[in-house]
């Protein structure tokens, strides 16, 4: 562990609750979780998140990200994704920062960073964190020490961890979110029309005319924004946001239909591939572990 590192830890493993997301500040969470068992559902809005202890594998798509401790990932566009924390223990738990990523804030600290083309295609960037933004992590951590100061010292810290984001290795893929890409707005315009209409099994046709591109235009960059096609990207965030009603109490069948599915057999299926086991069990395993996931 490096010198930078083990301060860090020590210190977020007392400010961490575990299986819980806990808010340092607006936009910025410590998260905590002990247990190795049980596939996780994630929603990456654009965010980072720092990787303090543990290890998680998380699937993109057909990608494979392994998460291990001094590593960062910077997303600049909306995603679902899946992942299983593959080392912790309540003796060592898996601890991560979690950054949202604003566009007036970094459009803002464009002007202050160094110049860097944004990369085309893929939304996402993945490596270690630079020292400075471990050291600015730091900073944040300890400033949990003196809460009278968080109003004015905590937007500071942040803006310096942003600007530390936009100086380190993912600064290519931090730049999408601010870019003036005329093909990535058009993806970003379905996501968001993707999300809002769940419920309905449309065509890649017409999620092609909402964007306004050709069909073979739109599925090569939809796949390079968020590595997966269309229908996998709505696929996955069916199956997500019915994980979350059952887990509220709804019946299986009756999640099933409100984001789409019209065959109970077949959502199973699909629940289980995604999830390692048929809603009910997987609802009855994630109470009995009472979880969370992270933010």
Known sequence: MSDTLAPLVARASRLA??????????GVTLFSATSTEIPMAMFYEPMACIVL???????????????????????????????RITRASAERPYLALSVTLGRDVLADLLAEAPKVTPERGKCYAFGPASEGLLEASQRMLTLQDAPEDIPVLGPMVRREMLYRLLRGPQAAALH????????????????????????????????????????????????????????????????QAARRAILAGSEVARAAFAVGYESPSQFSREYARMFGLPPSRDARRLLEAGGAEPA
């Open 17 to 26: 609750v575990p299986g819980e997301s806990v808010g340092l500040l607006d």
């Open 53 to 83: 202890q543990g290890e998680m594998e998380v699937n993109i798509g057909q990608a494979v990200l392994d998460y291990a401790p001094g590593t960062c990932f910077v997303g600049s566009i909306a995603l679902p994704v899946t992942g």
């Open 176 to 239: 999408q979110i601010a870019a003036a890409d005329p093909k990535l707005s058009q993806v970003r315009r379905t996501l968001t029309w993707i999300r809002t209409h769940l419920d309905e099994s449309v065509p890649v046709h017409d999620m092609a005319t909402c964007a306004g591109m050709s069909d073979a235009s739109f599925r090569r960059h939809f796949r390079a924004a968020t590595g997966m096609s269309p229908l996998q990207y709505q696929k996955t965030l069916r199956l």
